[in-house]
């Protein structure tokens, strides 16, 4: 391996500020402190997948890179050319603004990984303490944390972070990505948030995604760090998410209540309808509709209905529209018919006289 500066000092960086204490014993005279370096890391559970370019898998669905040198850096533009790829077969089928700007934030990140190329060799005195890096005398952090998960009550998510912190001058570029994306009937969501930050000494790069669906459930996370100063390119990335959890059947809706019902005279009667779920996820929400108007909200209906002794019979239209907790839309419609009779007895009790009423017009 082409090792033309100090790798300890780049392992160094790397390994402390990403979650891993490397101690580096001191070399015997004539012994390379590159080489304990290049152990400490094959200890760690780095391997090497390509000249100047070692890979981890964290065991967490999360995979992390290091790549340094001209051959470091040009595997990381292909890394970085293939994500991209992905983003762009996802856009061609689920197309979006905000991943369209995703995207050409990529090729412009790929960019400037490829003109990094060339990194410079690193000169100074590299001392390392339990929580910090320093390179004479300036304290260096970068690193990233991602996830890529199933949303709780169905769908997917995904989180990224990168940061890049110093405090003399050395330059660094971060960027955080996340996607999400899920099906809900027919009808699917996407999300997309990325958040490069270039050419600066402290920052930050904070990425989410959240989308809820019952069908087609996928997500991604990747955070990268990029440092022309420190001749290193750090990347971690999350194993994506296919899964929709739990599994969300579609929500179904039931409206149950009479078909038939008689009123006669002056009589009233009291008809209340119920909608039945199954499936989908709570909680629901209802809207009951009478002839295509709102007329009432939660799981059931009710309405009173009285005569006017005459005979005639009134169609109540009803439909039911149900929406459960990750957004999925069902509906179910009943009729029930109201037949209104005469009646010769009294209808109103006694020697009460009923109120005159005129005959509804056919």
């Not at 990194?119 to 004479?136: H, Q, T």
């Not at 994306?181 to 930050?197: H, M």
């Not at 009285?306 to 009134?314: D, I």
Request: aromatic share 10%; proline share 5%.
């Amino acid at each position: 391996m082409k090792q033309k500066y100090s790798f300890a000092s780049l392992v160094l960086c790397l390994m402390i500020f990403s979650g891993t204490r490397l101690s580096l014993a001191a070399p015997a005279p004539g012994e390379d402190s590159q080489s304990d370096s290049y152990t400490e890391m094959l200890k760690e559970g780095w391997k090497p997948v390509a000249e100047g370019v070692l890979q981890r898998d964290r065991g967490d669905g999360t995979l992390e890179t290091f790549a340094f040198g001209s051959e470091g850096f040009t595997w990381a533009s292909q890394q970085l050319a293939g994500q991209l790829e992905r983003m762009e077969e996802e856009y061609a089928k689920y197309p979006s603004k905000k991943l369209a700007r995703a995207i050409a934030k990529q090729k412009a990140q790929i960019s400037r990984v490829e003109l990094t190329a060339q990194p410079a060799e690193k000169s100074g005195e590299l001392e390392s303490a339990y929580d910090k890096v320093i390179i004479n005398g300036c304290d260096v952090a970068y690193g990233g944390y991602v996830s890529a998960f199933p949303r709780s009550g169905g769908g997917a998510g995904a989180s990224s972070n990168a940061y890049f912190h110093n405090n003399c001058g050395a330059l660094g570029d971060t960027n955080a990505y996340a996607y999400s994306r899920a099906t809900t009937g027919t009808t699917t969501n996407t999300q997309t948030t990325t958040d490069p930050r270039s050419n600066g000494t402290w920052f930050d790069s904070v990425a989410s995604a959240s989308t809820a669906g019952s069908l087609d459930c996928y997500s991604e996370a990747s955070a990268n760090v990029t440092s022309g100063s420190l001749g290193i390119f750090y990347s971690i990335s999350a194993t994506p998410n296919y899964t929709c959890n739990p599994p969300v059947p579609p929500v179904t809706v039931t409206i149950t209540g009479p078909i038939f019902r008689s009123v006669a005279g002056y009589a009233c009667t009291n008809i209340q309808w119920t909608a039945t779920t199954t499936g989908g996820t709570p909680a629901y929400n209802f809207t009951w509709y009478r002839d295509g108007y709102i007329v009432g909200t939660g799981s059931s209906y009710f309405e009173t209905f009285c005569g006017n002794n005459f005979a005639y019979t009134e169609a109540v239209n009803l439909s039911v529209n149900v929406t459960d907790g990750i957004g999925q839309t069902q509906s179910d419609a009943h009729t029930t018919s109201v037949n209104y009779t005469r009646t010769t007895q009294n209808p109103c009790g006694g020697s009460r006289i009923c109120p005159i009423i005129p005959e509804p017009e056919s």
